[in-house]
């Protein structure tokens, strides 16, 4: 059955009897860049060029979850889990796969895209750390494009680490599977509670201010940003905001920032530099992560990885 406003359409896929395949092993000549030979561990990126009119299927899916990044505009058709949705994707939209679930694709343009692969076992372990011992094992749906900043500026982080790597770079990049685990897990995981939704006006735009600060804390938003997001003007809701909060939209942001920033600070000898940090997390630069993180935390970067 067509569905004209989705393009998706019920079909049937062969039956999937092969093994799962590792995704980085196959289609090598369309790989121009991986993060393979640098042994990431449980998070890799590749970006990829797929020449025109070609095809591929996987009847027991990968081993990994995929998550793509698109580069350029893509018309692609895609059978997965009993439908079918063939559509044109815009550059910069991210579409996720599980792992182990059958993938057919098709397309005629030549792809351009970033290709993250996540270990689901590493996953499953962020899944039991942080929401305890029921909320794994994680089962992921497939989201067919959408607009994910986080997931964006992780692949643009992941590419300059690779391109300048250096002795800080797998802690650098274990700090940042650790942030998208638990994005995924709480945007794109069946099963998971939802968070509560305040049932009236006020509440519920600082819940969607509080939601679109979390999840673009790390560019460089306004506070006309949060109030259209949040559906109010700028000065409702910064009163409504800190009314409910106890600070106002603007201070919440800093704070997501630098407990952000914290979370990617580690104790171990190797790791990314602050600058890197701060550049991840949305603050400025370096002294301005270094005022704010003292500020906020009564300590200085530097003095929590000693």
């Not at 982080?157 to 685990?181: C, H, K, P, Q, Y």
């Given at each position: 059955m067509n569905d004209a406003s989705t393009g998706r359409v019920a079909v049937a896929l062969p039956n999937a009897s092969d093994q799962p395949i590792e995704m980085h092993k196959i289609r090598l000549n369309a790989v121009r860049l991986s993060s393979r030979p640098l042994d990431w561990g449980p998070l890799n990126i590749e970006r990829r060029e797929e020449p025109r009119g070609d095809r591929e299927f996987l009847p027991a899916g990968t081993t990994e979850h995929l998550i793509f990044v698109r580069l350029s505009d893509h018309y692609v058709h895609r059978e997965s889990e009993g439908e079918t949705t063939e559509r044109q994707y815009p550059a910069g939209q991210v579409s996720i796969h599980p792992a182990r679930v059958p993938i057919r694709w098709e397309w005629k343009g030549k792809l351009n895209f970033l290709l993250v692969t996540l270990d689901p076992a590493f996953l499953d372990r962020v899944a039991r750390e942080t929401f305890g011992k029921d909320a794994a094992p994680v089962h992921l749906w497939h989201e067919d494009g959408k607009h994910d900043p986080l997931i964006n500026n992780?692949?643009?982080?992941?590419?300059?680490?690779?391109?300048?790597?250096?002795?800080?770079?797998?802690?650098?990049?274990?700090?940042?599977?650790?942030?998208?685990?638990?994005?995924?897990?709480?945007?794109?995981?069946?099963?998971?509670?939802?968070?509560p939704q305040p049932v009236h006006g006020p509440n519920r735009a600082v819940s969607a201010a509080v939601r679109f600060i979390r999840e673009h804390y790390a560019e460089q938003i306004s506070l006309a940003d949060i109030g259209t997001a949040a559906g109010m003007s700028s000065f409702h809701l910064t009163r409504v905001f800190k009314r409910t909060m106890g600070m106002s939209p603007h201070q919440y942001l800093v704070e997501v920032r630098v407990h952000s920033a914290r979370a990617l600070v580690s104790s171990d000898s190797d790791r990314p530099t602050l600058a890197e940090v701060a550049a991840a997390v949305g603050f400025a630069d370096q002294s301005h992560l270094t005022r704010q993180f003292k500020r906020i935390l009564g300590t200085t970067p530097k003095k929590i990885r000693v």
């Open positions: 992780i692949a643009s982080a992941l590419i300059r680490e690779m391109l300048a790597a250096d002795n800080g770079t797998r802690v650098f990049t274990r700090s940042l599977a650790s942030v998208l685990s638990v994005h995924l897990i709480r945007n794109y995981a069946q099963g998971m509670p939802a968070a």
